[in-house]
Nanobody, 124 residues
């Protein structure tokens, strides 16, 4: 069993930056993929970014490529999402997720474990 705990959300003005963290507890194996998704009120939960635990290959949604950076620290068992040049449309609850098997990182059903989410609000 894996537990995920997000932190780092908050309020920021447009153009600002925030860094989210996802602390992972439990056993992780090298096949894991870690992802970030976000869900704005009334919207679906959308893929943001993902990273392979082993090797660190990264994947991004087109809407955030070049703006957000995902990384992981395997020793600390933590995944990060560095967000810059934030826009009001980035306002959402951000969720960390973990997938046990290699799959399509952009798809929600790839993931087996989810955190509770952390809210990000970007004001104009």
């Amino acid at each position: 069993q894996v537990q995920l705990a997000e932190s780092g959300g908050g309020m920021v003005q447009a153009g600002g930056s925030l860094s989210l963290s996802c602390a992972v507890s439990g056993r992780i194996v090298s096949t894991y993929t870690m992802g970030w998704f976000r869900q704005a009120p009334g919207n679906e939960r959308d893929f943001v970014a993902a990273i392979r635990w082993n090797g660190g290959d990264t994947f991004y949604a087109p809407s955030v490529k070049g703006q957000f950076t995902i990384s992981r620290d395997t020793a600390k068992k933590t995944v990060y999402l560095q967000m810059s040049s934030l826009k009001p449309e980035d306002t959402a609850k951000y969720y960390c997720a973990a997938a046990q098997e290699v799959g399509r990182p952009q798809l929600r059903f790839t993931y087996d474990y989810w955190g509770q989410g952390t809210r990000v609000t970007v004001s104009s």
